[in-house]
């Protein structure tokens, strides 16, 4: 069972914003502004695409921002495209002996 | 450009052992704090180990604590997990990452993956 909640799908139409919450507790993502985003792609490596909460590795798309607000962080795609297609999981340090966190993890599905 | 690559999985009976293998290049492994992610089938993703770039700090998930033990070899630029008394939730995918800060545990971010081996647990 995962420590952090995501919504298990989210879809959007081609140019269509979505965005995609992560809740955990005090001792996660509220406590701490580390807050990590994962692509992941069937067969492929899992790609970081948000860190820090609002931080974009280079060769990320600016359609990609993260924010958070108390216990829940979000990620926010706009101008949904079809290789955004996927499954998007939130990762967070945690202040128990469980060292990092991850959310359940949400499909992004492009309609 | 940054490489981690996978090998070691296989299946294993339940109470069995079988070690992991991860080969980094690309960058200098020495520096870099390490870790196991697992993925079970139609589940989400699940931190299992750490180990400090040098390789004397070590953390382990709860699940794993006792059974699983991480290492590195930074001559060879390889990262290991030596899985004993499996279980048959044991069975995943099992990533390494590499993390952004030099401690094993302080707060970073797996910045890049492997694609990944599969351990299957079965009799």
């Known amino acids: 069972q995962s420590v952090l909640t995501q919504p298990a799908s989210v879809s959007g139409s081609p140019g269509q914003s979505i965005t995609i919450s992560c809740t955990g507790s005090s001792s996660d993502v509220g406590g701490y502004s580390y807050v990590s985003w994962y692509q992941l792609h069937p067969g492929k490596a899992p790609k970081l695409i948000i860190y820090e909460v609002t931080d974009r590795p280079s060769g990320v798309s600016d359609r990609f921002s993260g924010s958070k607000s108390g216990n829940t962080a979000s990620l926010t795609i706009s101008g949904l495209q079809a290789e955004d297609e996927g499954d998007y999981y939130c990762s967070s340090y945690s202040s128990s002996v469980t060292l990092r966190v991850f959310g359940s993890g949400t499909r992004v599905n492009v309609l | 450009q940054v490489q981690l690559v996978e090998s070691g999985g296989g299946v294993a009976q339940p109470g069995g052992s079988l070690r992991l293998s991860c080969a980094a290049s690309?960058?200098?492994?020495?520096?870099?704090?390490m870790h196991w992610v697992r993925q079970a089938p139609g589940k989400g993703l699940e931190w299992v180990a750490v180990?400090?770039?040098?390789?004397?700090?070590?953390f382990f998930a709860p699940s794993v604590k006792g059974r699983f033990s991480i290492s590195r070899d930074n001559f060879k630029s390889t990262l290991f997990l030596q899985m004993n008394s499996l279980r048959r939730d044991d069975t995943a995918v099992y990533y390494c990452?590499?993390?952004?800060?030099?401690?094993?545990?302080?707060?970073?971010?797996?910045?890049?993956w492997g694609q990944g081996t599969l351990v299957t647990v079965s009799s």
């Open positions: 690309g960058f200098t492994f020495s520096t870099y704090v």
């Open positions: 180990v400090s770039s040098e390789g004397h700090n070590k």
């Open positions: 990452a590499r993390d952004t800060v030099p401690a094993a545990s302080a707060p970073g971010t797996f910045d890049y």
